[in-house]
């Protein structure tokens, strides 16, 4: 399964956190975004070991778009 991870800095931490769209609640963070992507990994990992543990269904991914805007604020 390949699932889109969304990756930001915190500035009051100063790590970066990263979380899984298709996922809720499935979240994770790393000093750099080498290990926030390695992290959130393991977590989607574990995420879905639990789902399936627990008999729920696991989502299938989504494919998102991510793309820029420019807009003028008056």
């Known amino acids: 399964m390949r699932y889109d991870v969304l990756i930001h800095p915190d500035p009051d931490s100063g790590f970066y956190l990263a979380e899984v769209p298709d996922l ?3 979240v994770s963070q790393g000093r750099t975004v080498e290990e926030a992507k390695a992290a959130i990994q393991e977590a989607i990992q574990g995420h879905v070991e639990v789902l399936r543990d627990l008999g729920r269904d696991v989502p299938p991914p989504s494919h998102h778009v991510l793309d820029t805007v420019e ?3 008056a």
């Open 71 to 73: 807009v003028s604020v």
């Open 24 to 26: 809720p609640g499935c």
